[in-house]
């Protein structure tokens, strides 16, 4: 014979499984939550690394050309301007481009391009700076 007493025994057990079960679910989908968004964030942080990388390295190259005198900065000093070892190492598949062009009273107009490829292969917009320089050793 079951007694009120037992009988209401039985239905808390089962109520407190059902609850406990209920909790680690929710539990489980909180920790996937925070991974996930963990993931999200550190992936943005690796992608704020990289360009702030790539903006100092084209800064780095623009003050290196634009310190030299006006007559050595031409379209073959531009053809041999290339990254640096850390910037090739941090910056996937990166294609550097710089391009030197005369232009109208005595001036050079030196433009640097850089981009490299995002975690998912496609490729980051590019970082571009471009500088002016004169013959009488200022910018225009």
Do not use: Y
């Not at 014979?1 to 609850?19: A, F, N, Q, W």
């Not at 640096?84 to 190492?89: E, M, N, T, Y």
């Not at 941090?90 to 981009?115: C, F, G, N, Q, Y």
């Amino acid at each position: 014979m079951i007694t009120p007493c037992s009988h209401k025994r039985s239905v808390r057990r089962g109520s407190l499984l059902l609850e406990s079960a209920l909790a680690l679910m929710m539990l489980v989908m909180a920790m996937t939550l925070t991974v996930q968004i963990l993931g999200a964030a550190a992936g943005g942080r690796r992608g704020a690394e990289r360009r702030d990388r790539a903006l100092i390295e084209v800064a780095n190259l623009m003050e290196q050309i634009t310190a030299r005198p006006f007559d050595q900065v031409t379209p073959d000093l531009a053809k041999s301007v290339a990254l640096s070892a850390g910037a090739k190492r941090s910056l996937p598949s990166a294609e550097l481009k710089v391009a030197v062009a005369d232009s109208e009273r005595d001036a050079r107009r030196i433009a640097i391009t850089l981009r490299w490829r995002a975690r998912s292969g496609e490729w980051e917009s590019p970082l571009v700076l471009v500088s002016w320089i004169n013959r009488k050793g200022g910018r225009p």
